[in-house]
C-alpha cells in the first residue's frame, strides 16, 4: 500500500522559507517519478514539481526559479524547498506518487501571512 506523510508546512510571513517534506512507503521510491501538487481554498489542485527517478526536475511557471524539488532515494523522502513565499502560495500541499494525479498523502498546510 502506497503511504505518503507530508509534514514542514506552517505559517510564514511574506519572503519566508520553507522545506516541505514527505516520506514515502509501500512501494519502491528511488525507481519512482514523485510530484508535488497544491490546492488553496476555493481553487482546483495545482500541479507544482515533479521530479523523475534521475532527478530531473521540472516546475510550474508559477513557482519557477523560487521552489526546488529534490529526493533522497536512502531515506524514501521527497522534499520542496520554498523560497521568497507569497501570499498566493497559501494552499495545503500535498506529495503524489508518479503524475499530479498519482496517490497522494494526507498534506500540509502552507500559510503566507504577515
Known amino acids: 500500500e502506497v503511504q505518503l506523510v507530508e509534514s514542514g508546512g506552517g505559517l510564514v510571513q511574506p519572503g519566508g522559507f520553507l522545506r516541505l517534506s514527505c516520506v514515502a512507503s509501500g512501494f519502491i521510491f528511488r525507481i519512482s517519478a514523485m510530484s508535488w501538487v497544491r490546492q488553496a481554498p476555493g481553487k482546483e489542485r495545482e500541479w507544482v514539481s515533479s521530479?523523475?527517478?534521475?532527478?530531473?526536475?521540472t516546475y510550474a511557471t508559477s513557482v519557477k526559479g523560487r521552489f526546488t524539488i529534490s529526493r533522497d532515494n536512502a531515506k524514501n523522502t521527497l522534499y520542496l524547498y520554498i523560497n521568497d513565499l507569497k501570499a498566493d502560495d497559501t494552499a495545503v500541499y500535498y506529495c503524489t506518487k508518479g503524475t499530479w494525479r498519482g496517490p497522494r498523502g494526507q498534506g500540509t498546510q502552507v500559510t503566507v501571512s504577515s
Open positions: 521530479i523523475d527517478p534521475e532527478s530531473t526536475a
